[in-house]
């Protein structure tokens, strides 16, 4: 469980970086999460790959191409997600949320809203 936390908090920390553009942070960042990640002996981490690929996102120059890594990352993770099990172990932040939110090019914020309101209306 708690590898999963250490991971996670690893991954959100990314994401506000990416957010605020701050994405020489995020170069130091991969070392990081290499050496966090070589403590709980886990090979091809899908928080590793994920800031990989953030670095590469952060190097493109057309929305075509950011979209088409943030669907391969999305795909990626779900797969990942699921093969160990862990697709409802996201915590309160929703990683596919916020990748399908950068694939529409719109604000993570008008996904939440969809979600909740689908949600409550199931309710």
Excluded: P
Excluded at 33 to 60: A, G, P, R, T
Excluded at 90 to 101: G, M, R, T
């Amino acid at each position: 469980f708690s590898y999963h936390v250490k991971t996670f908090a690893l991954l959100v920390a990314c994401v506000i970086h990416y957010e605020l553009e701050n994405y020489i942070y995020l170069e130091k960042f991969v070392k990081i999460c290499e050496i966090q990640i070589k403590k709980i002996n886990l090979k091809d981490h899908y928080i590793l790959v994920f800031i990989k690929e953030l670095l590469k996102i952060c190097d493109c120059n057309s929305l075509k191409d950011k979209i088409s890594k943030f669907e391969y990352l999305k795909k990626y993770i779900s797969e990942y997600l699921k093969k160990e099990g862990l697709e409802d172990y996201i915590f309160e932040f929703d990683l596919l949320l916020w990748l399908e939110s950068k694939i529409k090019n719109k604000s993570m914020l008008e996904f939440v809203r969809v979600k909740a309101n689908k949600a409550y209306s199931n309710n």
